[in-house]
């Protein structure tokens, strides 16, 4: 038995795999996002610590028999996240997370400290990454900087509360801006930019790799017949990777979470920062992946819901059984400033073209349709990057919606496979992480494809129809950016 632990934004969720691969139990805990201020969003790491007793507890209460007989855990993680420990290993703030845009400016001083970065680094630098971050500490909380002896990413800290052990994998440690990501080592001037060095830094292991084993007294409190391994594990995309199966070059998906992903898994280092492209190791050794991100998928809907006051089922149960035209209305998906391909943490959404003749249902098409647009925005950017796309798996919750699968096909151009199994995410990637680090089984054999429930092509008619739409909806970005310019909040 293995137990994979998935890490999110919004949850921590726990999942119990036997030896089939199958899913015997699971459990999540809520997690709550403090904003303190505009563009900041941040996070206790207790609170992370608490939702882990609370779901790995459960699944002990639920399911005893089989977790007496767990063998090793993974770990799956939000990426980019900053913890900063004191002398003692104790937390000197809350953690500010992937989506927080307060260090923008000090993106520009990190890459003019170090010219090399986005060559060594694989990405040019953003608001989300770790490095700024850093940076806006020292500027703005000297204090606590001068107290940080350890930077942990968000899933490393629970390792290290699991374990003692301050341990990380190679695709999450691609996030912080800290990694040599082509040799796949701590980079000493990345380091030197922060005014940090690699004392500071966890020991470097591959996603499949053993790395610490858990605290005696936790395998008592959930019974386990003996002490766990835990696997270097994967940020959560590369865990999502392993979990459908895309760890051989080529392979791609596309993830509408509470961010929206597409990426692509190569077999070496292919940089491209100036299209907003990230190049990340994977979570298997000697593999890479490209990857997009457009910073508000399913959570834009999941605004529109609130905005509204209605579910979001009940939103979508208002839109016709087949989308056969566009909608009247345009919607910019940047409610949180948008990564790829602009690297832009300010600009925020918009509704455009609305009218007295407007619906609510034409306003959540053109939110789904928005997501759509940025996702294409996406598939171009890798095309620029060498990666040509013409199908990808579907996953995430949004995945369950047929009809804004079948807009994304239409808008993207790309063949969309849904899965059985698309929303079981993070955390079973991390658990056959961690049968790997186990076994010493080879990664094709463990990490087989899950299967293709159903397949939405393009829609040839629809997707000319999307065309003229993309032209106005990206027409609009420089716009709204110009308007936010000259007129600020």
């Not at 898994?265 to 100036?274: C, E, G, I, K, V």
């Not at 190049?279 to 508000?296: D, E, R, Y």
């Not at 300010?346 to 249902?361: C, D, E, K, N």
């Amino acid at each position: 038995m293995f137990v994979g632990i998935d890490l999110g934004t919004s949850a921590l969720k726990a999942v119990l795999v036997d030896d089939s691969q199958q899913v015997v139990g699971s459990h999540a805990s809520p997690l709550r996002v403090s904003s303190p201020r505009p563009g900041w969003n941040e996070q206790e790491p207790e609170d992370w610590w608490t939702g882990l007793l609370a779901a790995m507890d459960a699944l002990a209460h639920a399911h005893p028999r089989e977790m007496a007989a767990v063998k090793g855990i993974g770990l799956s993680g939000q990426q980019h996240g900053a913890v900063l420990l004191g002398r003692n290993g104790d937390v000197l703030r809350p953690c500010i997370l992937w989506n927080d845009v307060r260090a923008a400016a000090q993106c520009h001083v990190f890459e003019h400290r170090f010219p090399l970065s986005r060559q060594v680094c694989g990405n040019m630098a953003m608001p989300g990454f770790t490095a700024p971050k850093l940076i806006w500490v020292a500027r703005n909380e000297p204090d606590i900087f001068r107290a940080t002896r350890h930077v942990l990413l968000p899933k490393a800290w629970l390792r290290y509360r699991m374990t003692g052990e301050m341990i990380e994998d190679m695709s999450d440690a691609s996030g912080s801006l800290w990694l040599d990501v082509g040799v796949r080592q701590w980079s000493d001037a990345a380091l030197a930019a922060t005014e940090l060095a690699r004392d500071a830094m966890p020991a470097l292991v591959e996603g499949t790799a053993r790395a610490g084993t858990l605290h005696a007294g936790l395998a008592g409190r959930w019974g386990m017949a003996a002490r766990p391994v835990l696997a270097g594990s994967a940020g959560d995309n590369a865990a999502g990777a392993v979990g459908l199966g895309a760890v051989g070059a080529g392979s791609s998906f596309l993830s509408l979470g509470t961010s929206g992903v597409l990426w692509v898994t190569t077999d070496r280092f292919r940089p491209h920062p100036q299209g907003g492209i990230h190049a990340f190791c994977h979570a298997v050794p000697g593999m890479w992946h490209q990857m997009g991100v457009t910073l508000s998928a399913a959570s834009a809907l999941g605004w529109w819901a609130r905005t509204t006051g209605m579910s979001e089922q009940a939103l979508l149960a208002e839109l016709p059984e087949r989308i056969a035209r566009p909608a009247p209305v345009i919607f910019l998906p940047y409610l949180s400033g948008e990564r790829t391909p602009h690297n832009d943490g300010a600009i925020r959404g918009v509704f455009a073209g609305l009218s007295h003749g407007t619906t609510r249902a034409d306003m959540t098409q053109a939110v789904l349709e928005g997501v759509a647009f940025s996702f294409r925005d996406v598939v171009d950017a890798l095309a620029d990057a060498g990666s040509i796309l013409t199908e990808a798996d579907v996953i995430g919750g949004g995945s369950s919606s047929r009809a804004w699968v079948s807009i994304l096909a239409s808008v993207t151009g790309l063949s969309l496979h849904r899965l059985a199994h698309g929303e079981q995410g993070g955390a079973f990637g991390a658990a056959r992480l961690a049968r790997i680090a186990v076994t010493g089984e080879a990664v094709e054999t463990v990490c087989q494809p899950q299967r293709r429930e159903e397949t939405l092509a393009p829609d040839p008619d629809l997707g000319a129809a999307y065309a003229a739409v993309l032209a106005r909806y990206r027409a609009l970005y420089p716009a709204i950016r110009g308007a936010m310019e000259t007129c600020p909040a």
